[in-house]
Every structure is written in structure tokens, then in C-alpha cells.
């Protein structure tokens, strides 16, 4: 935080660039995609192991992308968001498990020329509310990409969206 304020008030002095563009691109160079959070939902998953909830959702060109069934592959243009909370009980039901403390958001865009080394998506993750970047540098998409290999048959992607009537 204390570096970001002071990172913020260099580039006030300097006027030249914004703090928040550099500080929201990851170790790959790709930003923190905007509005992400007005984006639609395309499935939710519960990983018991680790006792977190994750919402799936997808920017405009994957929804109409899935609208189509179009999604293997998927289209370039392509951002699937992957939203992580850790488990929390229902107040007032105890039975009931919903979103608590927010873990992070990741993000895999497609682009099949430029991330071709990867499948075709560049991946992201951003930790915890500050949305701080994952990674020391860009050699971080290994470990989300290998292990994205279960999926390959599926455009590395796990998720298939829910069914809706
Ligand atoms: C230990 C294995 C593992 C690692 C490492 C991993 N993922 Fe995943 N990822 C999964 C699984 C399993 C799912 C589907 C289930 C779920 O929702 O968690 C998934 C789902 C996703 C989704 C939703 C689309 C889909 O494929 O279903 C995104 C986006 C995503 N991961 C991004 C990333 C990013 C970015 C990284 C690296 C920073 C990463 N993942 C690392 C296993 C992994």
C-alpha cells in the first residue's frame, strides 16, 4: 500500500503516465480487464479441498459466444473471469454456504496468434480486494497452463456453462 501511494504520487510529480495503468498489468503485460464485475455469469463451482465458492463469468464476446454454442474454440476476443471467495455459513441458516472473504479474480483472454505459446489465452490473476497482480514475472502462465491440460480437449477451459431453461 505504502508503495502504491508512493508510486501514485511519483507519477502525480511527473504528470505523465497514471499509477493505475502500471500498477493493474500483470507479469505478461495484460491489464486488469474494466467492469468486469457487470459481466454475465456462465456457471459457478465449489472446490471442497480448499473450501471456496467461484463464480465463471465471461465478458460480451463469450456470452454470445455461448449463446451460439460456439465455444470450442472459443472466439478471439474471449475473457472467461474466475471470481473466488472462501466459504462462509448463512447467518440466520446455518445450513446455507455463501461467498465470504474474497480470495481473488483470474482471467483468460483469448488471443490464438498472440498467446499461442499457451493456447491461445493469456491468463491473469489478481490477489485478494487491493487486486494485486500474481507472479514475479511473465514465466507465472506456466503453472496455470499446465494445469489447464485436463481441459485441452475443451479449449483448455474447465468450465461449461450451466444450463438454463
Ligand atoms: C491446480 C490447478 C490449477 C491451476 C494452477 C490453475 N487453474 Fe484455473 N482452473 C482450474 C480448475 C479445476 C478450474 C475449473 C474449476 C474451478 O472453477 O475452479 C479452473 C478454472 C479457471 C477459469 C475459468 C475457466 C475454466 O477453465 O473453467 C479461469 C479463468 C482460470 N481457471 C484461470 C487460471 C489462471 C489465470 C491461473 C494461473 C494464475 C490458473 N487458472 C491456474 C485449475 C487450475
Not at 27 to 50: A, C, F, K, T, V
Not at 93 to 102: E, I
Not at 140 to 154: L, R, S, T
Request: charged share 25%; aromatic share 10%.
Amino acid at each position: 500500500m505504502k508503495t502504491k501511494l508512493l508510486i501514485t504520487a511519483l507519477f502525480c510529480l511527473s504528470g505523465t503516465v497514471m499509477a493505475d495503468d502500471i500498477l493493474s498489468s500483470a507479469p505478461n503485460g495484460i491489464m486488469l480487464p474494466e467492469n468486469y464485475s457487470d459481466w454475465q455469469i456462465i456457471s459457478s463451482s465449489h472446490r471442497e479441498d480448499n473450501k471456496t465458492m467461484r463464480i465463471i463469468l465471461g465478458n460480451d464476446v463469450a456470452i454470445t459466444a455461448v449463446r451460439l454454442g460456439k465455444t470450442n474454440p472459443w472466439p478471439d476476443g474471449t475473457i472467461l473471469g474466475k471470481l473466488v471467495w472462501k466459504d462462509a455459513t448463512l447467518d440466520k441458516w446455518k445450513k446455507a454456504t455463501v461467498p465470504g472473504k474474497f480470495v481473488h479474480a483470474e482471467f483468460m483472454k483469448k488471443n490464438a496468434k498472440l498467446y499461442k505459446d499457451t493456447g491461445g489465452w493469456g491468463f491473469t490473476r489478481w490477489l485478494g480486494m487491493e487486486q494485486k497482480p500474481y507472479g514475479d514475472s511473465p514465466a507465472f502462465v506456466k503453472e496455470c497452463f499446465d494445469c489447464h491440460q485436463p481441459a485441452k480437449d475443451n479449449d483448455y477451459v474447465f468450465t461449461h456453462p450451466v444450463e438454463l431453461p
